[in-house]
């Protein structure tokens, strides 16, 4: 008897799904490593929602904060080009107006009006830069500190637009010759990607501080913002303390406490 | 067939011209690649083993770097536990790179015999950079 139309489809689609099948089954079991899992360290130090105060009257002078930037910059590679045009930083100083717009006010004590203050990431609970990144190179992690992804990063430079605190740096030019003495331990930058303060995910992850918190002296603590017994939140139940323009709602993670007066007291 | 010697000439030459590539290099096949995995951290090992066995490492080690990465960078999950249950620290750096401290004559010898160029020391601090 010959084949009829209506079999012949029958077997050749139960053929087929047969066929499709195995191979998907193939690929999955292909895809993943025997039996193989990934943990977090041990020794990670864990937060719900990391947070830094900077504590301006203990950074008496600039090169307080001087060493600050180094002892980051020397961690995370960060290249030196020599020219402000092309500069690349993870934490830099500002001035208190250009801090923090639109709370200054003409007759500021000198002490606040002349202090450079240290500014980086702000590490926001609503980070304007994470909305706009096309690729989710730039993402907050559970534990709030927003980090960037460089393998995924393109370039475009979005994100540098939408933080409104000049956090982000953008790779002209290859940044590897101008880094004067390479961190073997941590990776360097290409061309063509941003970068920024990352709060010390690696350090965290070995139980370390974060490098700059390490050469600060104590003048900024570093903690869990959602543990009422954690430093921070002492510190931040005990003073005045004021963030980079919370007007704009992105929820910044670091607070400055703004004393100012001992040196002319 | 009007001019058809020309046209067959023609054919014949363009011919020739196309398999140009592929005549010139008939018998002279680039040899195989073999990578290097004596370094003296690997030859102090007591098992020399990497972090999954030899023949997952040859076909999947892009997956598992891929996967390593997204842990490591995504979840800060900094530990792998194999298949065997021995765990090693999630690093380019500081685990592939400490018994492959050779990645010109490990990771090159392969990726170039199969034009692949792995952009990783872009970044990554290869064995050259390390003190």
């Known amino acids: 008897m010959s084949?009829?139309?209506?079999?012949f489809l029958k077997l050749g689609l139960t053929t087929l799904a047969g066929i499709?099948?195995?191979?998907?089954?193939?690929?999955?079991?292909?895809?993943s490593a025997e039996a193989s899992e990934v943990l977090t360290d041990q020794k990670a130090l864990k937060a719900k929602h990391w947070a830094m105060v900077i504590d301006s009257d203990r950074l008496k002078s600039a090169e307080n904060v001087q060493r600050m930037i180094d002892a980051c910059h020397r961690t995370h590679n960060v290249p030196d080009f020599g020219n402000s045009k092309d500069e690349i930083k993870w934490m830099g100083t500002e001035t208190y107006e250009h801090a923090f717009p639109g709370q200054e006010n003409g007759y500021l004590n000198e002490g606040i009006k002349e202090k450079l203050f240290p500014v980086l990431c702000n590490h926001c609970?609503?980070?304007?830069?994470?909305?706009?990144?096309?690729?989710q190179a730039t993402f907050k992690r559970p534990d709030g500190i927003v980090a960037m992804d460089y393998h995924r990063c393109i370039g475009c430079r979005f994100c540098m637009a939408a933080c409104a605190f000049?956090?982000?740096?953008?790779?002209?030019?290859?940044?590897?010759?101008?880094i004067k003495q390479v961190n073997p331990d941590f990776p360097t930058r290409t061309k063509g990607?941003?970068?920024?303060?990352n709060f010390c995910v690696e350090r965290l992850e070995k139980g370390l501080p974060p490098a700059c918190v390490e050469a600060s002296n104590g003048a900024l603590i570093f903690g869990d913002l959602d543990d009422p017994n954690s430093e921070v939140r002492q510190v931040l139940a005990t003073h005045y303390s004021i963030r980079r323009k919370p007007e704009l709602g992105t929820e910044?993670?670091?607070?400055?406490?703004?004393?100012?007066?001992?040196?002319?007291a | 067939m009007y001019k058809g010697g020309r046209i067959i000439a023609g054919l014949l030459l363009f011919a020739c011209l196309a398999l140009m590539p592929f005549l010139i290099n008939i018998g002279k096949a680039a040899a195989k690649p073999s990578p290097q995995v004596n370094t003296p951290f690997i030859q102090q090992l007591t098992t020399q083993t990497c972090v999954e066995s030899a023949a997952f490492m040859k076909t999947e080690h892009m997956q598992l770097l891929n996967q390593w990465r997204d842990a490591a960078l995504r979840d800060g999950k900094t530990v792998y536990v194999?298949?065997?249950g021995q765990s090693f620290p999630i690093s380019l750096e500081n685990s592939c790179l400490k018994c492959h401290s050779n990645p010109q004559q490990f990771c090159n010898t392969c990726h170039t015999y199969a034009a692949v160029k792995p952009y990783c020391w872009d970044c990554h601090n290869q064995g050259g950079t390390r003190q």
């Not at chain 1, 084949?3 to 079999?7: E, H, I, K, Q, S």
């Not at chain 1, 499709?20 to 895809?31: E, K, P, T, Y």
């Open chain 1, 3 to 7: 084949v009829t139309r209506r079999r």
């Open chain 1, 193 to 197: 990607v941003v970068e920024k303060c």
């Open chain 2, 82 to 84: 194999n298949s065997q």
């Open chain 1, 166 to 178: 000049g956090a982000r740096s953008f790779n002209f030019r290859d940044p590897r010759p101008f």
């Open chain 1, 125 to 135: 609970e609503n980070p304007a830069c994470v909305r706009v990144c096309p690729t």
């Open chain 1, 252 to 264: 910044p993670s670091v607070y400055y406490l703004i004393g100012g007066g001992e040196e002319h």
């Open chain 1, 20 to 31: 499709g099948g195995a191979m998907a089954l193939d690929g999955f079991w292909r895809g």
